[in-house]
């Protein structure tokens, strides 16, 4: 898959799994196991990414003792997944115009 739209579509995914609540990575990362096998330095790599994209922010709260990252969608991020979900009509579209000959003779 070509590094730019596997990228892409990593960043939507981390921006679905904290869409309806503020997260934390482990919490993301499990979230997201049952689609798709992320790790841990891929995964701040995105948040960080998206942070700079202002499509997320973060805040730092106490849990267990300990202090945690929570992040939380931001409009932008929000906008981001709508416009991903126009994109991925149009390569649906693509997809079936360079399949069509298999379907048709399937």
């Not at 309806?20 to 990575?25: R, V």
């Not at 929570?70 to 997944?81: A, D, N, S, V, W």
Request: charged letters at 35%; one cysteine or more.
């Amino acid at each position: 898959m070509d590094v730019q739209l596997k990228r892409g579509l990593l960043d939507v995914c981390v921006l679905a799994a904290i869409k309806n609540e503020d997260s934390y990575g482990y919490r993301i990362i499990k979230d997201m196991k049952p689609y798709l096998e992320l790790s841990e330095s891929t995964l701040y790599t995105i948040l960080k990414r998206l942070e700079l994209g202002e499509m997320l922010t973060v805040r730092s709260a106490e849990h267990d003792g300990r202090l945690r990252k929570y992040y939380h969608i931001t409009e932008k991020g929000l906008r981001r997944i709508e416009e991903f979900k126009d994109d991925w009509r149009e390569i649906v579209s693509i997809y079936r115009f360079v399949t069509k000959e298999e379907q048709e003779n399937g």
